[in-house]
T-cell receptor, first 115, second 114 residues
Framework: AQTVTQSQPEMSVQEAETVTLSCTYD???????LFWYKQPPSRQMILVIR??????QNATENRFSVNFQKAAKSFSLKISDSQLGDAAMYFC????????????FGQGTRLTINP | DGGITQSPKYLFRKEGQNVTLSCEQN?????MYWYRQDPGQGLRLIYY???????QKGDIAEGYSVSREKKESFPLTVTSAQKNPTAFYLC?????????????FGSGTRLTVV
């Protein structure tokens, strides 16, 4: 079974600084998707960024970028120029391409932005 | 606008009662999912359905039941057999064909045992 691990329950960063959230996963599949979701206090799940495993290029969405290391099964999220609105729970998630398309989530990292 | 509607937003259950959480989508998505969220444990899959009249157990199905009689609807019943039902419940849906990865989440239901 696939598993996703986020080893940082909490992180904090000064506003305008850069922070990196860690995620590792375990799978025997070669083709899959990886995601970072943001959950603000409203508890609405918001997709931040996604990565397809067959693509070597790291995904980037404005201030958010990932470092995808397929061999190491690592998928970290870098947030540049942190803003107060970035404060939230962040979840790393995995999904197979073939078969059941359920998402497997990590335990989450609570990110605090200090003004 | 298309989306997923979960109701109610807050639900209180007495010991020994069954309660049903509603999840409706108008996105024409084939697959629907129920997740449970507890502090420090992320989201865990309860049940999922990839097609009408068919569903599969997730990682924590004990004490829960579902039905999928219509493509748009995937209600979750929390039975009295679920010993610790207090949690936040999220419903989601997705397309199942092609290299798609779109997942849409509802706004959740907070269930509390009183």
């Amino acid at each position: 079974a696939q598993t996703v691990t986020q080893s940082q329950p909490e992180m904090s960063v000064q506003e305008a600084e850069t922070v990196t959230l860690s995620c590792t996963y375990d799978t025997s599949e070669s083709d899959y998707y990886l995601f970072w979701y943001k959950q603000p206090p409203s508890r609405q799940m918001i997709l931040v960024i996604r990565q397809e495993a067959y693509k070597q290029q790291n995904a980037t969405e404005n201030r958010f970028s990932v470092n995808f290391q397929k061999a190491a099964k690592s998928f970290s999220l870098k947030i540049s120029d942190s803003q107060l609105g970035d404060a939230a729970m962040y979840f790393c998630a995995y999904r197979r391409v073939q078969g059941a398309q359920k998402l497997v989530f990590g335990q989450g990292t609570r990110l605090t932005i200090n003004p | 606008d298309g989306g997923i509607t979960q109701s109610p937003k807050y639900l209180f259950r007495k010991e020994g009662q069954n309660v049903t959480l509603s999840c409706e989508q108008n996105l024409n998505h084939d697959a629907m999912y129920w997740y449970r969220q507890d502090p420090g444990q992320g989201l865990r899959l309860i049940y999922y359905s990839q097609i009408v009249n068919d569903f599969q157990k997730g990682d924590i199905a004990e004490g829960y039941s579902v039905s999928r009689e219509k493509k748009e609807s995937f209600p979750l019943t929390v039975t009295s057999a679920q010993k610790n039902p207090t949690a936040f419940y999220l419903c989601a849906s997705s397309i199942t064909r092609g290299r798609t990865y779109g997942y849409t989440f509802g706004s959740g239901t907070r269930l509390t045992v009183v």
